[in-house]
């Protein structure tokens, strides 16, 4: 049973900085390209950032694209999302998700449980 | 960037009715790359169909899914309780990865 347990969540002011840690386990990390996927309080689901399985291709929705950066650590097992000047809009659960592929963004087949972002002052 | 609005976004029926939710894209969803999710207050996404059509791991059968194009069913073939939820349409065939709004099946 895939297990991903994210964590680094909290309350941050406007224009801080945050990072999100991912840990996987129970599959092979390195073999699948993982995911950011984010849900605002009463909201739908947005997807946020991809990255390969050998961490050579990324990609982000352009609301984050210069403030956020996904990152993976193979020999650790772990999947990253720093986040600086961090905005109200961006207030909303995280969810690392895993892709059914190693190479290309396509669909979540394991999700984690999720850690909540809140940014207010 | 590919646009999903799924409709109705709340649909209230009684368990063992049948539900069907729509998703249309804004633009044809290239080789049928068409994903559905549930959710569950207070909980992640679950996967449920993946290709349009393709049931994932465990789910069962009462769950099926139909679409090509711009327009996508999904379909609950009798309701138990547990189906209560909500349910998202995504698309991967193009970049970025999009969403639908979600539809609410809710107990009448």
């Known amino acids: 049973q895939v297990q991903l347990v994210e964590s680094g969540g909290g309350v941050v002011q406007p224009g801080g900085s945050l990072r999100l840690s991912c840990a996987a386990s129970e599959f092979i990390f390195s073999n699948y390209a993982m995911h950011w996927v984010r849900q605002a309080p009463g909201k739908g689901l947005e997807w946020v950032a991809f990255i390969r399985s050998d961490g050579s291709n990324i990609y982000y929705i352009d609301s984050v694209k210069g403030r956020f950066t996904i990152s993976r650590d193979n020999s650790k097992n772990t999947l990253y999302l720093q986040m600086n000047t961090l905005r109200p809009e961006d207030t909303a659960v995280y969810y690392c998700?895993?892709?059914?592929?190693?190479?290309?963004?396509?669909?979540?087949?394991?999700w984690g449980q999720g850690t909540l972002v809140s940014v207010s002052s | 960037e590919i646009v999903l609005t799924q409709s109705p976004g709340t649909l209230s029926l009684s368990p063992g009715e049948r539900a069907t939710l729509s998703c249309r894209s804004s633009?044809?969803?290239?080789?049928?790359?068409l994903a559905w999710y549930q959710q569950k207050p207070g909980q992640a996404p679950r996967l449920l169909i993946y290709g349009a059509s393709s049931r994932a791991t465990g789910i069962s059968d009462r769950f099926s899914a139909s679409g090509s194009g711009t327009d996508f069913t999904l379909t609950i073939s009798r309701l138990e309780p547990e189906d209560f939820a909500v349910y998202y349409c995504q698309q991967y065939g193009s970049s970025p990865l999009t969403f639908g709004g979600g539809t609410k099946v809710e107990i009448k």
């Open positions: 998700a895993k892709d059914v592929s190693s190479w290309s963004a396509y669909y979540f087949d394991s």
């Open positions: 633009q044809s969803v290239r080789s049928t790359s």
